[in-house]
T-cell receptor
Framework: DGGITQSPKYLFRKEGQNVTLSCEQN?????MYWYRQDPGQGLRLIYY???????QKGDIAEGYSVSREKKESFPLTVTSAQKNPTAFYLC?????????????FGSGTRLTVV | DQQVKQNSPSLSVQEGRISILNCDYT??????FLWYKKYPAEGPTFLIS?????DKNEDGRFTVFLNKSAKHLSLHIVPSQPGDSAVYFC???????????FGTGTRLKVLA
């Protein structure tokens, strides 16, 4: 079955550490996205990529980095520069042309700083 | 600046009755709108969409209404079922862009 897989489901990070969240899709989608969900704030866009080897900052990119070396993969690194990293992180993909079906989302990674 | 707003953080409805979830937007360039449903600790799933050339779209128990002059859309669920209990997000986009702007979500609770 085609889908989008995020791992791990839960992640704990010590302050000052970088961590990388994995996102893999086998939908042959061109575009991939990272969102962050905080209580009462909806989904906020961190980074997005329309094609391989290209990505753009979203609304809250500070303290995060991404790469897009393969079409299937869009890992997100939460760096020590991110002041408040505890959140639920969602990866999504789309065909690259916005249509009536929007995004396909992964099941999310909950990151907690301890 | 919140371009997509869902002003009701929560809503409780009796099973079998109608649920109405509302969404307002400020950007008149938005021309695609979607509703997503999200269960705890899961990713959102697509529910229903509407483009700005329509004012209504139906899919089974779900109907989305768009009022462009008021910059308002609503999702109607009839009849509501306990399994509909979830957080509902509306999202909007502009043709030619690659991203949707999401509202803050409304938590729907359907009481048995």
């Amino acid at each position: 079955d085609g889908g989008i897989t995020q791992s791990p489901k839960y992640l704990f990070r010590k302050e000052g550490q970088n961590v990388t969240l994995s996102c893999e899709q086998n939908l042959n989608h061109d575009a991939m996205y990272w969102y962050r969900q905080d209580p009462g704030q909806g989904l906020r866009l961190i980074y997005y990529s329309q094609i391989v080897n290209d990505f753009q900052k979203g609304d809250i990119a500070e303290g995060y980095s991404v790469s897009r070396e393969k079409k299937e993969s869009f890992p997100l690194t939460v760096t020590s520069a991110q002041k408040n990293p505890t959140a639920f992180y969602l990866c999504a993909s789309s065909t690259g042309i916005l249509n009536n079906y929007g995004y396909t989302f992964g099941s999310g990674t909950r990151l907690t700083v301890v | 600046d919140q371009q997509v707003k869902q002003n009701s953080p929560s809503l409780s409805v009796q099973e079998g009755r109608i649920s109405i979830l509302n969404c307002d937007y400020t950007n008149s360039m938005f021309d695609y709108f979607l509703w997503y449903k999200k269960y705890p600790a899961e990713g959102p799933t697509f529910l229903i969409s509407i483009s700005s050339i329509k004012d209504k779209n139906e899919d089974g128990r779900f109907t989305v209404f768009l009022n462009k002059s008021a910059k308002h859309l609503s999702l109607h669920i009839v009849p509501s079922q306990p399994g509909d209990s979830a957080v509902y997000f509306c999202a909007a986009s502009t043709s030619g862009t690659y991203k949707y702007i999401f509202g803050t979500g409304t938590r729907l609770k359907v009481l048995a």
